[in-house]
């Protein structure tokens, strides 16, 4: 039930991302404003709904980075934490697949647009270090309201990061395999998730040093 829960939670995650990315996109007669600002507002309400519904069941992580966290804390054994991390990319990838066929879509795409620059390897690296605080502290602190906390930041994130706040290695592979609004060219991925990576073993050390 862990894993259908975040197999299920990243793949409807990635169907808001995507299909509200493309509606946007198409309804905005070329706004680029316009459509950031629907699929910025869809994520964050799908994202509020997700975590409120599937938290008391898996965590409702849905995120390799947040379940890397919460497994260096002893939340979850090794193999629970690699169950998710599959589960999550074979959802994130599911969830494009299926806004695909909703808009009648070729299925298999492979994304063409640019997101290259030490610009955006800083807002990345930025951005997955202000999800993994958010929840960290949120739990810690407001343990009632992280749902609604991860919901803005990542709302605004798409704001005030240049990377429109992917913080997401799932997301990331998922949205390399979109040719959409929300895409991401392959040949850029593994800056991003470097990036990601790299701000979870930041947050490790700060937890340690910090946060005890």
Not at 9 to 18: E, M, Q, S
Not at 124 to 143: H, P, W
Request: charged fraction near 10%.
């Amino acid at each position: 039930m862990l894993f259908l829960t975040e197999f299920l939670g990243t793949a409807l995650l990635l169907a808001i991302v995507t299909g509200s990315g493309i509606m946007g996109d198409t309804l905005s007669s070329g706004n680029a404003a316009v459509a950031l600002l629907g699929n910025s507002i869809a994520t964050g309400c799908g994202l509020y709904v997700l975590i409120t519904l599937l938290a008391p069941i898996s965590g409702a992580h849905f995120n390799p980075v947040v379940s890397i966290m919460f497994w260096r804390e002893g939340k979850l054994s090794l193999s629970t934490l690699f169950n998710y991390v599959v589960a999550q990319f074979i959802g994130a990838i599911s969830g494009v697949w299926l806004v695909h066929m909703m808009f009648t879509l070729p299925l298999i795409q492979i994304s063409t647009k640019p997101r290259i620059g030490f610009g955006l390897w800083l807002s990345e690296l930025t951005a997955t270090l202000i999800l993994l605080t958010v929840i960290r502290l949120g739990i810690k602190y407001a343990s009632d309201k992280v749902a609604l906390l991860v919901a803005l930041t990542v709302t605004a994130g798409y704001w005030f990061t240049s990377s429109t706040f992917f913080s997401n290695p799932a997301v990331t592979v998922a949205r390399s395999l979109t040719n959409t609004f929300v895409g991401i060219q392959p040949a850029d991925v593994l800056v991003f998730i470097s990036a990601q990576i790299a701000a979870v073993l930041l947050m490790l050390i700060l937890m340690k040093v910090d946060f005890k």
